[in-house]
């Protein structure tokens, strides 16, 4: 879809629950294609989420998506849409995540969340980088935009200016940006494979 792809190293459907999952399977082979532990990743948007293993659920009857869990791990990036190298992210030990008319509105992150967030003004000027911890974290997104962010339970964090923001400290721990990857088209789906 246009505003939703995926990769995986397996990928298991089953259209009577409407469970789709992303899983990365144990390889005993170095020589296998796959032998490199990548974890699954979907692209909803401007957002790229990884984690061990995600799950996508669908209603059967409507035949849109209801909502995403990724167990393990969780982990969304988005670019940050001004700064060069800067990236939105927020990290968990999982995630779970609803959809409305296919669109995400509505994301949990559980347990050991972090987020670093770039804020800007109505201007689009930065404000500055938030960065925090908390038991859990709630992203409320509205027109494919995130709107909200809320720090739940054990709220430990602060807002730097960008000049006293440490560059060390602007990935979090398992940042893996990989949007390189995404594929745009059909076409995408093939363009590692050997002519």
Request: positive net charge; charged residues 30%; proline residues 3%.
């Amino acid at each position: 879809k246009s505003d939703l792809a995926g990769k995986s190293d397996s990928i298991h459907v089953n259209h009577k629950t409407g469970l789709t999952q992303l899983l990365n399977l144990s390889r005993f082979s170095s020589t296998d294609a796959f032998a490199k532990k990548r974890n699954p990743v979907l692209w909803n948007i401007g957002n790229q989420m990884t984690g061990d293993t995600i799950h996508l659920i669908s209603n059967v009857k409507t035949e849109k998506l209801d909502s995403l869990k990724v167990f393990k791990n969780a982990f969304i990036v988005s670019k940050d849409s001004l700064s060069e190298n800067g990236f939105n992210q927020i990290k968990g030990q999982r995630l779970i995540g609803l959809f409305r008319d296919n669109e995400l509105y509505n994301i949990d992150i559980i347990k050991n969340a972090e987020v670093i967030y770039y804020s800007r003004n109505e201007k689009d000027e930065l404000v500055g980088i938030n960065k925090s911890k908390s038991g859990s974290i709630n992203v409320q997104i509205a027109e494919q935009a995130i709107q909200e962010i809320r720090l739940i339970r054990q709220i430990d964090g602060e807002l730097f200016p960008d000049s006293m923001f440490p560059k060390s400290t602007r990935r979090l721990r398992g940042f893996d940006w990989r949007g390189e990857e995404r594929p745009l088209s059909v076409e995408d789906l093939f363009k590692d494979d050997p002519p």
